[in-house]
């Protein structure tokens, strides 16, 4: 009679595996309506975890065959946990263990690597994929860093030729060399025309008043005219063809050099 009541206690107390499983999914079902709350996908909580995809889905689901050892599985269990905000040492200790132990001695060494157990094959997956997510956020921050290093020298480059190109002009002054001639023809004008060979700064004044000055590309041709004076000012003299009053245009100068011509009109007393 004892024994049959004993039996009977017995086939009523779950085993130690059906409490594990039972516990597991309502863990892992507190976990994913978090997850859902707080708008995570499985992809991000992989990121955050460390933990494989496959593993995170596993406790969601409560499915014990795709996990690995109990005392695994409690580690697992706090670090999602702690990943949506949970106290994860609270939450996993509530996982049971029992008297489950997990032999750390290096028992691979005596069996070939073929007959690795499964836990060793997720320790190592584990281990592989947190080196591979280090990695390659080092990688990518290395990455980062050398575009942006490179995209602020080019800037500072490009700054650099820009105020180049703007200032050599000014600062090439006390070298000018410029002439003035005076104009033979009996007109109420003067007129320069200018024809470029090759880019270069022009500064024109007209009677005493700027009427260009700035950039111009090869190709271009532009005729000013003045009243009494007319004066071109190039940077890159060897590049500039000028023409004063529709005669035969001539170079101005020497390449890179700055020129400045002037012209006055022929006034009678």
Sequence with gaps: ???????????????LEQQRAEKLAEIGAQLWTSR????????EMVISTKIPRRLLQAIE?????ELPEPVYIQGLIRQFADALGFNGAEL???FPIGSSRVN???????????????????????????????????????????????????????????ST????????????????????NDTDH??????LKEKSWIRV??????????????????????????????????GVLVSINQEKAKQMGEPGTVKEVTIAANTKS
């Design 165 to 184: 190109a703007i200032e050599k002009p000014q600062s090439q002054i006390l070298q000018l060399d410029k002439y003035i001639v005076s104009s033979s």
């Design 61 to 65: 689901e409560g499915n014990l065959a």
């Design 104 to 162: 750390l001695k290096p028992s691979w060494k005596s069996r070939p690597l073929g007959q690795l157990r499964p836990l060793h094959l997720y320790v190592l997956y584990i281990v592989l994929i947190v080196c591979s997510v280090s990695g390659l956020s080092q990688l990518l921050n290395t990455a980062t860093w050398q575009l942006s290093h490179t995209q602020s020298k080019q800037l500072r480059q490009t700054e650099n030729l820009q």
């Design 190 to 195: 003067v007129e320069i025309g200018v024809t």
């Design 205 to 238: 004044v007209a009677d005493g008043k700027v009427t260009y000055e700035g950039e111009l590309p090869e190709g271009t041709h532009r005729i000013w005219k003045a009243q009494e004076q007319l004066t071109v000012r190039a940077g890159n003299a060897g």
């Design 36 to 43: 859902l709350e707080q708008g995570f996908s499985l992809e």
């Design 92 to 94: 996993s200790s509530s």
């Design 1 to 15: 009679m004892m024994w049959q009541i004993q039996k009977e206690q017995h086939e009523l107390t779950p085993s």
